[in-house]
DNA sequence: AGCCTAACCGGACTTGAGTCCGCTTGTCTA
DNA sequence: TAGACAAGCGGACTCAAGTCCGGTTAGGCT
């Protein structure tokens, strides 16, 4: 499949030159920022001086800072949706929902385990910006679908999406758990309620 | 067991009088706040300036945002803290633990839905501020006591913790899922991840 | 090519959290 | 009762997110 018609799918009407121009220039910025200084150097204000555009530009852009942080990460969120739409089994369709979720939160903190400042950042902008973010809209739907063999699969996904909170892992590495500890214990937990699944799914 | 002794077990250097009055005052000025304009009006200079201190005096009553609002739900908190230590079962001592686990969730549920707002303004003051209010790690212990026998009870205690988050259960009401829904939900939850439990708990 | 307008731009402004530090006061001791 | 000093006080200050609005411009239309 196309990437490009994947990107105008998924942004519809289209940007004028100047605005495309500076999303890009925005962007670039904010990963420079905080490629030198971590996360605190990422700033509104700085990202929006360092791309030499005003800051209600950024606002315009992407919302708040939250959604200018998701648009960095953007990139790696649609390579594991890709690979769960189109790719290979147990993460891509064809295995049973257990392995495909069980796959899911495998591959899901490794994302975490590599972006977890940004990923935190996103999600704590502003209470309630995690389920705001776009890609959250669509981890949970996968998840729903992988336990419709289950009472309440809308509420169980959001339970399910809830083991791999930024702020929450954050707080468990500060402890002192390490991500083999973490990935150990989120796979028991989807195990246990995800739960024996029907055969095949989706 | 006296109500005074379990106060001063609690804070144990005393308080000037000038810095108990005024955090009483704190205390009575925010919840008249939160009473008349709920918890937009609940700003820390609007409290300060309500009780007549200066914002300083806040921050080094409370810590934070976070702290002051934590303090006003203290009491709720303690009500339920004293029945888990000294109560009847099941929420008490004496039950087996997968029954006090189902205990627990639900009178924190009953907790929770009274008081959310204030228990979301808490929780999400500041990244990390759930982990920091005192009452977690009364729960995250409790919890993890109750999972003894589980693989990892640390790291169980957490997760099934996550299930009650404030920001979590404004977004399940705001997507229309009702409190029944979510009360079956966690207890269905709690139930898969404590497991049959061994016959009596501490 | 020239016009029209919706979209875009940017930076000053507002708001609220959290810090700082010189001044004041409660409390303990003699 | 008086003196010492740690604890407390408060409000001006900083810093960052998010709003607003008058001016500008890209790009379609004739």
Redesign the interface.
Known sequence: MNDELLQVLRRPPQERADAARNRTRLLEAAARLFAEGGVEALTVDAAARAAGVGKGTVFRRFGDKSGLVAALLDQRERELQEAIIFGEPPLGPGAPARERALAFFDAYLGYLADHLDLV?LSE?AA??A??RIGAYAFWHRHLAILCAHR??P???A??LL??V?A??N???LRQG?GWD??R???A??VD??V?PSSPEAP
């Open positions: 935190r704590t209470p309630g995690r389920f009472p309440d809308d509420h169980l959001h339970l809830g083991t909170a702020d929450l954050a707080e468990l758990l500890r973490i150990a214990g989120v028991s937990t246990a309620l739960g």
